[in-house]
């Protein structure tokens, strides 16, 4: 994602998705809540405030019975959206 000055939770880019169904690894989303208040927007300086760090469950790409990586379109999107979700609920913003 990009810092702007609205909050929110912007679209993600596709290509750690697709890496992660490519091979089959599994997707950790991780959340900041707080850093918009420990260095606001055209702020130079940090300021004292707590920021918290979640890691969410991770998000399995689908395996075939084989036990390979199932690379399919809907499950990049299937895990780009997840990965979204738990962000934004963790983060405290709304998806934009």
């Not at 992660?20 to 927007?41: K, N, Q, Y």
């Amino acid at each position: 994602g990009t810092f702007t000055r609205e909050p929110g939770v912007r679209q993600f880019q596709l290509g750690a998705f697709k890496a992660a169904v490519e091979t089959g690894a599994p997707v950790i989303p991780v959340s900041l809540r707080g850093t918009r208040e420990f260095l606001p927007d055209g702020a130079f300086l940090p300021r004292p405030s707590d920021v918290t760090i979640t890691l969410s469950a991770p998000i399995f790409p689908r395996k075939t019975e084989g036990g390979a990586a199932v690379a399919d379109w809907h499950d990049l999107i299937r895990i780009r959206d997840g990965a979204r979700e738990a962000v934004a609920k963790y983060s405290g913003e709304e998806l934009l």
